[in-house]
């Protein structure tokens, strides 16, 4: 998927311009997949810190080696079905935040009330599908994501923004105060022979924070009229597929409705409709059961349903505390 990612934006940006932060599991293999982007540009945390201060080093490094550039943020686990809509929404959001302190970040319309994505309201409309943004929500319980897609002026956060590096790293100093100065401390080593230990000795003491959480939540606070928050309305078939009941809908477009989608050796089914089921090496039979997703590996079995399926990280969590990471 990093590969699609990385194609579907090439036509904008040449791919020497591309920075990839992810962590020691996977670093080789990215830069394995993409080697076309800089060796160095592919950044791997000491610890992991969420998006916050992920992006947050990307801008403040792209500030000290290139001050006027903008900065996108994709994440590597869209799906986007329209890539030449995406790419033409991409350019008109370049141009927004061209000019000036502007954050533009691209909204989804959605289909369903989700829990498990962050929501924009919007507020005036500007120019076509442009708005301004009243306030970003992040993963609101059920009965408020049911109010949100009754209200009709909220879209889902895509997580995919755009702002200049002098933009971002503004707003990092104002609203991430005390991870700002790590960031910049970082950025500020880069291309010397001290940034492994800046990095490995300063990275800790980040916040492990989103940048919903960190950025955008308080910034649209200062209200639409002041807060430079711009959201473009998007249909580019974006799906993110950041959790099963995702995956579920990904596979199951263009199928019949409540159809199982089976990954696995075989399957038997009976009365039993929605199913997501992962088995690459066990014969499954599902009887009278629905929606649910079961995900088997070597060493572990998942049981959840598919409108709980946005809390895994909670197992995540519990392994971690555990020590049992083996399992995660």
């Avoid at 319309?109 to 009243?134: F, H």
């Avoid at 889902?156 to 991430?176: C, I, K, P, Q």
């Avoid at 998007?234 to 089976?262: K, M």
């Amino acid at each position: 998927m990093i590969q699609s990612t990385v194609e579907r934006l090439s036509p904008v940006s040449s791919e020497e311009s591309f920075w990839v932060i992810t962590n020691e599991f996977v670093a080789d293999e990215i830069r394995r997949q993409l080697p076309t982007i800089p060796r160095a540009q592919v950044i791997t945390e000491p610890v992991p810190r969420n998006t916050a201060p992920a992006i947050g080093l990307a801008a403040f490094l792209l500030e000290k080696i290139a001050p006027n550039s903008i900065i996108g943020m994709f994440p590597a686990d869209h799906v986007i079905a329209k890539e030449d809509v995406f790419r033409s929404v991409l350019r008109r959001a370049i141009e927004i935040a061209s000019r000036g302190e502007n954050i533009v970040v691209m909204g989804i319309q959605p289909n369903r009330a989700e829990t498990g994505y962050g929501y924009i309201e919007t507020g005036d409309r500007l120019e076509g599908d442009l708005c301004r943004v009243k306030r970003f929500t992040e993963k609101p319980n059920r009965q408020r994501a049911e109010e949100f897609v009754a209200e009709g002026n909220y879209f889902w956060n895509s997580g995919m923004f755009v702002w200049s590096a002098r933009t971002l790293t503004s707003a990092l100093r104002e609203h991430l105060s005390e991870t700002a100065p790590y960031l910049e401390e970082i950025a500020a080593a880069w291309g010397t022979n001290e940034f492994a230990a800046k990095f490995e000795q300063l990275y800790p003491k980040c916040e492990n924070i989103s940048i919903d959480y960190a950025l955008l939540e308080p910034r649209s606070a200062k209200g639409e009229h002041s807060s430079n928050l711009y959201c473009l309305l998007a249909d580019f078939g974006w799906n993110d597929l950041g959790s099963w009941d995702a995956l579920y809908e990904h596979h199951a477009l263009g199928v019949q409705d409540g159809r199982n989608i089976v990954e696995g050796k075989s399957f038997y089914s009976t009365n039993a409709t929605g199913n997501y089921i992962y088995s690459p090496g066990k014969f499954v039979a599902a009887m009278g059961v629905h929606n649910l997703v079961v995900v088997e590996t070597d060493d572990a079995i998942l049981i959840t349903t598919r409108e709980q399926s946005q809390d895994v990280g909670k197992i995540v969590k519990y392994l971690t505390e555990k020590k049992m990471t083996e399992l995660v």
